[in-house]
């Protein structure tokens, strides 16, 4: 899922780097997402760091398109143009 992510966002035109982020960073933002294979993509409300809570304002606007790519290819309502998906014939 991870690295579907990635490239879903890199062709959206999206620099991804993968590196180590401080709290700073991440608190900077304005919304975040996780991606697991269970989950898919999952929005974060808010980060709570030292007793302090920092919550995510956006209108998730990102994180949407990413997941509606990602389940559109997954469903088939989307043409897989990765060649991420595999017939199975039974």
């Known amino acids: 899922t991870r690295m579907s992510i ?3 966002l890199r062709d959206m035109g999206r620099t991804v780097v993968e590196e180590r982020v401080s709290i700073d960073q991440l608190t900077d933002g304005e919304e ?3 991606t697991g294979t269970a989950v898919g993509v999952c929005p ?3 980060v709570t760091f030292n007793g302090v809570q920092h919550s995510f304002t956006g209108d998730r606007a990102l994180t949407l398109a990413v997941t509606e790519e990602l389940s559109g290819v997954q469903t088939g309502s989307i043409e ?3 060649g991420w998906i595999e017939a199975i014939e039974f």
Do not use: C, L, T
Request: no cysteine.
């Open 80 to 82: 897989d143009r990765r």
């Open 6 to 8: 990635i490239q879903i």
């Open 44 to 46: 974060i409300g808010s």
């Open 32 to 34: 975040a997402f996780v």
